[in-house]
């Protein structure tokens, strides 16, 4: 399935809030159609917030009404700091921004079609190598899978949180191509429902065999013997392995570890903050009440109650069994093992 596409002067988003009801593309014209789109989760998933900021950027260039190099650098600048605002918790949309201006500083002084058309390569890459390194991971990742494994999983972290394939489902898929027989259990993830809406809807689309539950099932469901391992995606990683990803998370390998079963975290390796030393300094998103007190714009809470909603939270370190990255998979220690994969990378 196409998350996203790139079309002539225009940059498709599949809409995933319509889903599973209806698949509608979002036509954007300009960068700041790719930013709400960001803000309200039509597109979601860390690597996928990313690849859509590349070519909102562009987008935006395209609409700058100037041929001064410098004044058309600066408006970049403007534009990649609105789209580095929508969501504060997914390291990828930083990190590829930063790519995109990186790549549009090295390419130097220029006409602006000239640097629109290098920003442009730019984000094809951005997409061609998340598509690449998800099936990389994947690869990689389904080795720890045994066959016959009942897997939960949390949120979406599928081909729909991603350029395709996807990271934690990538490692699913992956391990039913290798042959090995597979089933998933998908946690409904509230408050927005990804599990219910968006990961039981991929996996049923490719004929692996999955069950919904309800997030407080899962304690129950790892007592009876009836899940083999949990993996899940990540939002941003710190340099000591603690990870973000969906709220629910964290009590999701609370109860692995009670239950003795491996708990792996599936993320490229550009969602690694080598520059935060633990989990304390990742910024948690808080989101809209309503998306807590309403369901598909039914009221279920009283008027006036109060809402905390942070969207995600952190699992520390110590909880995590490895982490699936497209350069490797890793192990505790972590402060060491991420280091070692990073200057690796840096040496490709």
């Known amino acids: 399935m196409e998350t996203m596409r790139w079309e002539g002067r225009e940059f498709l ?22 930013a709400e789109a960001i803000k309200r989760l039509s597109v979601r998933g860390a690597p996928a917030i990313g690849a859509a900021a590349a070519y909102g950027l562009v987008l935006g260039a395209m609409g700058l009404e100037t041929d001064d190099p410098g004044e058309f650098l600066a408006g970049v600048e403007r534009i990649a700091a609105h789209l580095s605002s929508t969501r504060p918790t997914a390291v990828n949309l930083n990190w590829a921004l930063g790519r995109m201006l ?11 079609e000239e640097l629109i058309r290098v920003m442009l390569r730019e984000a094809d890459g ?23 494994a009942r897997i939960l999983t949390h949120c ?10 996807g990271t934690a489902l990538g490692v699913i898929r992956a391990a039913r191509e290798a042959g090995k ?10 408050p927005l429902l990804q599990g219910a809406r968006l ?23 790892m007592a009876r013997g009836m899940v083999d391992l949990v993996v899940v995606g990540a939002d941003r990683i710190a340099s000591n392995g603690d ?28 969602t690694v903050d080598m520059n935060l030393r633990s989990g304390a300094g990742i910024p948690i998103e808080e989101r809209s009440p309503e998306e807590v007190t309403h369901i598909a714009g039914v009221r279920v809470a009283p008027e006036g109650v109060r809402v905390w909603n942070p969207a995600f ?35 490709d």
């Open 13 to 34: 988003i599949l809409d995933q809030t319509r889903l599973p009801g209806s698949v509608e593309y979002i036509r954007c014209r300009d960068h700041l159609a790719v």
């Open 102 to 112: 990186a790549g549009l500083r090295s390419a130097g002084p220029g006409k602006p």
């Open 126 to 148: 951005i997409y061609r190598e998340d598509l690449e390194g998800n099936k990389k991971m994947g690869r990689l990742g389904q080795e720890l899978i045994p066959d016959g």
């Open 156 to 165: 979406n972290a599928g081909a729909l949180a991603t350029a395709g394939y």
């Open 181 to 190: 027989k597979v089933s998933v259990y998908a946690g409904e993830t509230r």
């Open 199 to 221: 990961t039981a809807w991929e996996m049923a689309r490719e004929g692996i065999p999955v069950t919904l539950i309800t997030d407080n099932m899962a304690g129950y469901l």
């Open 243 to 270: 990870a973000a990803n969906k709220i629910g998370t964290y009590g999701l390998a609370v109860l692995a570890r009670e239950h003795g079963l491996p708990f792996y975290v599936a993320a490229p390796f550009s």
């Open 313 to 347: 939270d952190v699992t520390p370190a110590r909880l995590i069994s490895a982490i699936i990255t497209d350069r490797g998979v890793v192990r505790p220690p972590y402060e060491k093992s991420l280091r070692e994969i990073m200057k690796e990378g840096i040496g």
